[in-house]
């Protein structure tokens, strides 16, 4: 299993439309879950942050099943805005020990109007 | 308030020439990382720095050395570059002790190794 793998995509879905990504993990030890956003030729930006409980941010919902091994990023009422490279995340360790995050290779969304 | 600035934007090299890619921070973040990004592989890090003094090998660091020269820039030097190489380049640094989740990346250096 890889350390971190995501929905191969790509997804085109049109504006309006709920979308949902869904990425596992190889190590269960790890601490630190999220999802960032790059888009096209640009740099990776912090989209959220993916906690125990599940967190949403305006029409962005987080999950994280830890049994499973398991993150999941919902996208309600989709906008053309919203198109750009989804990424899972992954920190291995808790703070002192362990400085890397792991990405993965990203699902490509394309909103169309 | 910059964030993270890398120089350059762009370089064309022909193999065997070597270059420093630099990049420096303004929000006083202690870690600071060099990713490469390739087609189908996603990011991988390629050298990190913890904090100031310090600097470890990342996933792929072959071909590749690093400096930390003060708290705020940290550099990457390809001694003799190979089309291997060719890659967008992205630096980033961490706020929240060794490798918080939020890590702020600049905006890329598109090198191409002919």
């Keep these: ?113 | 308030n910059a964030g993270v600035t890398q120089t350059p934007k762009f370089q064309v090299l022909k193999t065997g020439q070597s270059m420093t890619l630099q990049c420096a921070q303004d929000m006083n973040h202690n870690s600071m990382y060099w990713y490469r990004q390739d087609p189908g592989m996603g990011l991988r890090l390629i050298y990190y720095s913890a904090s100031e003094g310090t600097t470890d090998k990342g996933e792929v660091p072959n071909g590749y050395n690093v400096s930390r020269l003060n708290k705020r820039e940290f550099s990457l030097r390809l001694e003799s570059a190979a089309p291997s190489q060719t890659s967008v380049y992205f630096c980033a640094s961490s706020d929240i002790g060794f490798g918080g989740g939020t890590q702020y990346f600049g905006p890329g250096t598109r090198l191409l190794v002919l």
């Design chain 1, 1 to 113: 299993r890889k350390e971190v793998e995501q929905d191969p995509g790509p997804f085109n879905v049109p504006e309006g439309a709920t979308v949902a990504f869904n990425c596992t993990y190889s190590n269960s030890a790890s601490q630190s879950f999220f999802w960032y956003r790059q888009d096209c030729r640009k740099e990776p930006k912090l989209l959220m942050s993916v906690y125990s409980s599940g967190n949403e941010d305006g029409r962005f919902t987080a999950q994280l099943n830890r049994a499973s091994q398991y993150i999941s990023l919902l996208i309600r009422d989709s906008k053309l805005s919203d198109s750009a490279t989804y990424l899972c995340v992954v920190n291995k360790g808790s703070g002192g020990s362990n400085y890397k995050l792991t990405f993965g290779k990203g699902t490509l969304l394309t909103v169309n109007p």
